[in-house]
């Protein structure tokens, strides 16, 4: 069940801006906090108790609640605003504590690291931090001062080809970092 929840979360995430912009005709805001704030409820009481993941529900929460109760169609536009602050803050207090976040994944198919790749991903980290902190100011100057229209396109598009490419990038390095290894 937890794992069907977490999978429909990345789902609302990824279709998120497009229903904004889309279903701003049809529905209220309160309406997409109702059922942001019920995936996000339903995760909270069914998620595996990990160090900061029921700290990020609450806080999703909580924005719901306010979405809610000020009704705002403004106010739905920070939700990716909150996942890159959310993604950002994961990130970054795994390079403050214990196994930085990069690193985790890359144990999770070869759990014998040599040294040079643990500082590798620990770079490797970093980099989705400045990214994550990239995305989140660019939605909130998009929320601030731009269209709906240019929300849609960064938010629904850009972000996502841009993380594509950070993969896409990483990949290479990582193949060049191996060979010299």
């Known amino acids: 069940m937890s794992r069907l929840i ?12 497009f229903a904004v912009y889309f279903g701003m005709e049809h529905f209220s805001p309160w309406q997409f906090a109702l059922l942001l704030g019920a995936l ?3 995760r909270a009481l069914t998620a595996e108790r990990r160090p ?3 700290g990020m529900a609450m806080a999703a929460i909580g ?5 809610g109760v000020f009704d705002s169609p403004l106010l739905l536009r920070w939700y990716p605003v909150l996942i890159s602050g959310f993604m950002l803050t994961l990130f970054g207090l795994s390079l403050m504590r214990g196994m930085p976040m990069v ?7 070869d759990p014998e ?16 931090c400045l990214f994550f902190l990239f995305n989140g100011l660019v939605a909130a100057a998009l929320t601030l001062w731009a269209p709906l229209s240019w929300w849609t396109l960064y938010t629904g598009l850009i972000a996502y080809g841009l ?7 990483e990949w290479i390095v990582r193949q060049r970092v191996r060979g010299r290894a």
């Open 6 to 17: 977490g999978l429909l979360l990345v789902i609302a995430g990824v279709l998120y801006p």
């Open 52 to 54: 900061g993941s029921l």
């Open 40 to 42: 996000w409820a339903t």
């Open 63 to 67: 924005f719901c609640l306010l979405l």
């Open 163 to 169: 993380m594509g490419m950070l993969f896409a990038g």
């Open 113 to 128: 690291l040599p040294e040079v790749a643990i500082r590798y991903t620990r770079r490797v980290t970093q980099v989705w």
């Open 103 to 109: 690193e985790r994944l890359a144990r999770l198919t």
